[in-house]
């Protein structure tokens, strides 16, 4: 019973990388140089909580606004792929703003683009009375 569990957890590994660690610590000789190393071994581990609290939160916010809803997608027999998405690109994009003779600022690229999508998504009505309401009733900051 007592090999087993020794076998089941290696601590060989971890007890290198520790004292990789220390081995690195005790060749500095002046403690800011520890506190500096030991900062940046922490900057490095909360960077790298950050990005995945972001990744989850970004999916959790998706999840949440039913941006997520592959179940339903499914049970309507609606491509999951990214071809759907690549044609739409096609059509949205290289036929009607890429082209001989054609030229764009990247403002008046993204402007137009904008306008592309509300029109093929068949929101320029919404999108119109969007734009419409914020001369009404400015939002203040």
Not at 71 to 94: D, F, T, Y
Request: overall charge positive; hydrophobic content about 40%.
């Amino acid at each position: 019973m007592k090999n087993h569990i020794y076998s089941t957890f290696d601590l060989s590994k971890s007890l290198e990388h520790f004292q990789e660690k220390v081995t690195k610590l005790l060749e500095l000789t002046n403690i800011s140089e520890w506190d500096g190393h030991v900062f940046r071994e922490r900057e490095k581990k909360i960077r790298e909580i950050a990005l995945v609290l972001a990744e989850r939160n970004y999916i959790l916010k998706a999840y949440r606004r039913r941006l997520l809803k592959y179940n339903e997608v499914a049970s309507r027999k609606l491509p999951l792929g990214s071809g759907a998405v690549e044609s739409l690109i096609r059509q949205v994009v290289n036929l009607r703003m890429k082209g001989n003779s054609k030229f764009w600022l990247q403002n008046n690229a993204e402007i137009m683009l904008h306008l592309r999508c509300q029109w093929i998504a068949k929101s320029w009505d919404n999108f119109c009375d969007s734009i419409f309401n914020s001369f009404i009733k400015p939002q203040t900051a």
